[in-house]
Every structure is written in structure tokens, then in C-alpha cells.
């Protein structure tokens, strides 16, 4: 299949060289919007709405089709200047391939979890992963203190320390139900099940409706969307 | 007129069977690090930044003290407030005879950080920023919040 589309091309190519017109460049990432729906909860439209979307953030900094950190904060919280721990988990777990940028696919694989038909467990995995800031397997009481000082201080909200640590001791109380001072994931997934509201910023309504924010309008879609 | 009603199911199931009706949950190192702008990927998809949409801040006051303040400035300003429970109010626009009432539809919720301290998260749902905007600083006011 994949060399009859290469031939393909490039009998294109060749036809069109004289003409100046470059019909035949595929469109950088979204050559297989079925493949994709397929492995993801999103539906062909959405997919195809999804790199609407896709393609303005890409284009905001450097046009190539692909989404940098930069680009990524950019779109986030409109501006690039904000460092933050979170901002960079957050990127890393998009970052599947891990080479410091984004392609359509890692972009749409992650944002499917955050689909509010995305089944729980995509979401339990990908907020363990998130808040297992060092990435060893169990989320740490020093790790959680790190996270809680970096939110309050996003908000200028001042808690004493005793306080603090008052509020990481009750967690734990209640989460880390084996006693060895870290949160591994089935105590998280317990923790996540007794308290869903935890869960809450893994979930995007926004997805819901993708194919009215970000309507697309390519043609080939004769595909079935059921 | 729309209520999300489908994003506040979840937080109702949240509510701990051993605390006391009415009163708030007390509040989870993982609820209060979920607050995080940083984690919250709705930016996507609004022109806003988080922080225009988001507000939190800690108050002395009680849960039972706040949201009533919190109830009476909203209901002054001509806005309808569906109640729930566990720490929660939902505030949408009054159906207006006043056309120069924008549209606002935000969801407050209060945790106990300790006995003495309240944190209060006002989520923006969807209207006038400007509007909210208002609303913010006559809460904060009253409130004897000091603001970043």
C-alpha cells in the first residue's frame, strides 16, 4: 500500500513539476485521521477538528508543523515567560517521543485522555505520571510538598509550614494506606476512586464540542463517524 | 439558559460520608495542587488566561459565613444562585429585565484548610470577563481579601 501511494506521488510530482503546484504535499501529520480515531476516543471529525486546532499552536512561534515548549506555554497561558514544574510534566507527558517537540499524533493521543469519554483509568495513569515528579514509580511526601508550595505561590496564597504539613499529613493519613511514606499508584487510584473531584482537571467539556470551536473543512470525509 | 451540570456531578460524588452535612470537605493536599493554573489545559481552548478565569483565594471567615456573603453580593448584583452541597454554590445569570446585565455563569466551592482557614476557588464557567472582574473586587472587598 505505502509504495503504491509513493508511486503515486510520484507520478504527481512529475505531472504537476511543470505546473509549479505542489498538490501532492501531504498536509504534515494529518495522513491518517481514521488510524488515529481508532486509537484514540476521538471520532474522524474530531480528529480533523482537533488539527485545526493543532495547527495554530503549531504556527505560533516557528510555522513546521510541530508544537515546541514554547509554542505549547504560549497556547496554554498565553505567554512563554511562565516556568513552572507543572508546565514542564505537563509537556513531558505529551511528549511520548520525547525529543522536545510535539507532533499531531503525541498532541492528539494526550488530549484524549482528557476527553470526558476517556475511560478513568487513561486519566488515573496520566495524573500518577504527572504528579510522580522524579518518574520512580510512587509519588513521594516530599514530592507533594513541592507541588501544594507551588500552587499556593502561583496565587500569593501564604500558609505557614505547620499548616502545610498539616494538610500533607491527613493526605497521606487517608492515602497511603500501606504505610511506607509514598503513594504508589493502586493508593492513588483508591484515593482518585473515593474522591472523583481530584480528578477534575483531567477533564476537558471543551473536547465535547471540537467540531463547532474548530471546524474543518476537508473534503474526503466520506468516512462513517459511528 | 445552560448549566454544566455534567462537570458538577462529579465534585458532588466527592463528598466524604463522614463529614458533617453542609459543612466542606476538608481539603486534600491533591485538591489543592489540582487548583494549579499550570495543570489546567482549558487555555487551549479560551483567550483568556487561567487567572481571569480562576480565582482563588483563603479567608478566616467560616464555609456556613462565606457563602452566604458570597450569595448575598451575587443576588444584589442580579444573579440566581442554585445551592449545593458540600461547600458549593453555583451562580448563573438572573433571567433580566435589565438588558445591561451580561451573562456569567461561575461555580464557587470553599475547603477547610485548618480550623481557622477557609481556601474559596471561583470558577468561571463562561460570560463577561469584566463582569467577573466587578463581581471579584466587590467580593474581595467585602470580604477583607487582600489581592495579588
Known amino acids: 500500500m505505502l509504495q503504491f501511494l509513493e508511486g503515486l506521488k510520484h507520478l504527481c510530482a512529475s505531472a504537476l513539476s511543470c505546473c509549479d503546484i505542489d498538490l501532492c504535499k501531504q498536509p504534515k501529520g494529518l495522513e491518517d485521521p481514521e488510524a488515529l480515531a481508532r486509537e484514540t476516543v476521538f471520532s474522524v471529525s474530531e480528529i480533523e477538528a482537533l488539527y485545526e486546532l493543532f495547527k495554530k499552536i503549531s504556527s505560533a512561534v516557528i510555522d513546521d508543523g510541530l508544537i515546541n515548549k514554547e509554542e505549547f506555554q504560549l497556547a496554554l497561558f498565553k505567554t512563554s515567560k511562565k516556568e513552572s514544574l507543572f508546565a514542564d510534566r505537563v509537556f513531558d507527558l505529551f511528549d511520548t517521543k520525547h525529543n522536545g517537540i510535539l507532533g499531531f499524533e503525541e498532541f492528539a493521543r494526550a488530549l484524549s485522555v482528557f476527553h470526558p469519554h476517556a475511560p478513568i483509568d487513561d486519566k488515573i495513569e496520566f495524573s500518577f505520571q504527572l504528579y510522580d515528579l522524579k518518574q520512580q514509580g510512587f509519588i513521594e511526601r516530599q514530592e507533594v510538598k513541592q507541588m501544594v508550595v507551588a500552587t499556593l505561590a502561583e496565587s500569593g496564597m501564604n500558609l505557614s509550614d505547620d499548616v502545610i504539613e498539616s494538610i500533607i499529613d491527613k493526605t497521606f493519613e487517608e492515602a497511603d494506606t500501606k504505610h511506607d511514606g509514598k503513594i504508589d499508584k493502586e493508593e492513588w487510584r483508591s484515593l482518585v476512586m473515593r474522591h472523583p473531584s481530584l480528578l477534575k482537571n483531567m477533564t476537558l467539556q471543551y473536547l465535547k464540542d471540537i467540531t463547532t470551536t474548530f471546524p474543518s473543512f476537508v473534503f474526503h470525509s466520506q468516512v462513517d463517524d459511528t | 439558559m445552560y448549566i454544566d451540570d455534567k462537570a458538577f456531578s ?47 483565594f483563603t479567608s478566616n471567615y467560616s464555609s456556613g459565613d462565606l457563602l ?81
Open chain 2, 10 to 56: 462529579m465534585q458532588e460524588m466527592s463528598s466524604d460520608a463522614k463529614q458533617q452535612p453542609g459543612s466542606p470537605s476538608q481539603i486534600n493536599a491533591f485538591e489543592l495542587i489540582r487548583m494549579s493554573s499550570f495543570l489546567d489545559l482549558s487555555g487551549f481552548f479560551e483567550k483568556e488566561e487561567v487567572q481571569q478565569r480562576k480565582i482563588r
Open chain 2, 68 to 148: 452566604s456573603k458570597i450569595e448575598g453580593i451575587v443576588k444584589e448584583m442580579g444573579f440566581r444562585v442554585a445551592k449545593r452541597n458540600g461547600g458549593k454554590l453555583r451562580v448563573i445569570q438572573a433571567h433580566n429585565k435589565e438588558k445591561s446585565l451580561g451573562s456569567l455563569s461561575f461555580l464557587t466551592e470553599v475547603f477547610d484548610i485548618s480550623s481557622s482557614l477557609r481556601v474559596v476557588e471561583l470558577s468561571k464557567s463562561y460570560g463577561d470577563s469584566s463582569l467577573y472582574r466587578k463581581l471579584w473586587t466587590k467580593l474581595s472587598n467585602d470580604l477583607g481579601v487582600s489581592t495579588l
